[in-house]
């Protein structure tokens, strides 16, 4: 399965200096106008895993495939873009498909890079920004009612149920309070999916730090007021630079500045632990690669990723730990040394796990 990842924000909070950094080339412009992003920027990254280089590396692979994210980064919106404030929420139409939103959070001193709220504060900035999205789910859900509420005349009992569920996330979201936060009946959450709700989507905060917060020990002001659960801190102008420089280059200057994961890694870490996703490989002379799959997914429609045609002719799974895989050096020795256990239909694949698959072709 693809994962794909809207970044939204008010405009000069870093927002296309970190879809940069992120993708490590210069495919967004970044500029200290409001609005400077008008047309949505899209940029599939690779995600960095080392497990996939120790298994290919074993196997001989001549071929090496990573998983990938795609990031979308919009407009910036503003306070009062639901009543036509800057460029509206017109924008946020670009990521009604995505699987999570990045919600980039300014915590930057700049006087050179203007705020359009005047001052520095995440709180506010947060407060802002979420209420935008809950406005223009407001706007989605009144418009999709009104249709329902007109069908349900008709005493279509699925129908009924779809205006029930509206009402009650209408009435949550004019409270001010997400989707995401609001509880469903797995038959309530398939008729909620097919409304693509912003609100109703994981959220990751990104705070954008510079040097002197990176070097602080002490809590940026208005973070205390998040969930440290879903918060990660970005140095995206230093990131940003670091991406300049030549591959070789890269490793010693992170060194040099002590950083051990970038801020591209903490990203897919937080994305996929919010999404509950998982990586499991596949290993062999021809190719070594990673696929991504929810948890608790059983091992026909893990197989499904691969080819849809696998979860009907599945038969059953050959399955070794990435670890195992590697200690022992292939397929092969692992079998002699009892390593490859065969797993059915029941099994759930778990993260790093190594699978080939017997297919019925």
Not at 117 to 136: Q, W
Not at 239 to 260: H, N, R, T, V
Not at 289 to 296: F, S
Request: proline residues 3%.
């Amino acid at each position: 399965m693809s994962l794909s990842v809207g970044i939204v924000g008010l405009p000069n909070v870093g927002k296309s200096t970190t879809f940069n950094a992120l993708l490590k080339r210069k495919q967004a412009i970044a500029s200290n106008f409001p609005f400077c992003t008008i047309d949505p920027n899209v940029g599939v990254v690779s995600v960095p895993d080392e497990r996939l280089t120790q298994l290919s590396a074993v196997s001989q692979s001549q071929k090496t495939t990573p998983a990938t994210i795609e990031f979308v980064d919009i407009a910036g919106l503003v306070a009062g873009a639901h009543k036509g404030e800057g460029l509206g929420n017109q924008f946020l139409s670009h990521i009604r498909e995505v699987d999570a939103i990045v919600e980039v959070v300014r915590a930057f001193q700049n006087p050179d890079i203007i705020h359009v709220a005047g001052k520095i504060s995440p709180a506010d900035d947060i407060a802002t920004i979420n209420l935008e999205l809950i406005m223009a789910d407001l706007q989605t859900v009144e418009k999709r009612l009104a249709k329902a509420a007109s069908d349900a005349k008709g005493g279509d009992k699925k129908i009924i149920l779809e205006k029930q569920i509206l009402e009650k996330i209408k009435q949550a979201l004019e409270q001010e309070q997400a989707v995401r936060d609001l509880n469903f009946t797995d038959e309530e959450k398939n008729i909620i999916k097919s409304l693509s709700l912003l609100t109703a989507k994981p959220l990751l905060y990104v705070l954008n730090i510079d040097d002197s917060e990176q070097r602080s020990s002490t809590p940026l002001k208005g973070v205390e007021l998040l969930s440290l659960s879903n918060i990660i801190t970005i140095n995206a102008q230093l990131e940003s630079e670091i991406a300049e420089l030549p591959a070789e280059e890269q490793e010693q200057y992170k060194k040099e500045l002590g950083i051990a994961e970038t801020g591209l890694d903490k990203l897919i870490k937080q994305s996929y632990k919010l999404l509950n996703l998982i990586t499991y490989f596949t290993s062999g002379e021809p190719e070594t690669r990673a696929w991504t799959v929810a948890q608790n997914t059983a091992a026909p429609e893990a197989a499904g990723v691969i080819h849809t045609d696998f979860i009907k002719g599945f038969i059953r799974a050959e399955v070794i730990s990435w670890q195992d895989f590697v200690h022992a050096g292939g397929w092969s020795r692992a079998k002699e040394k009892g390593l490859v256990r065969t797993e059915g239909k029941t099994y759930e694949l778990q993260d790093g796990d190594t699978c080939y698959f017997l297919i019925n072709k």
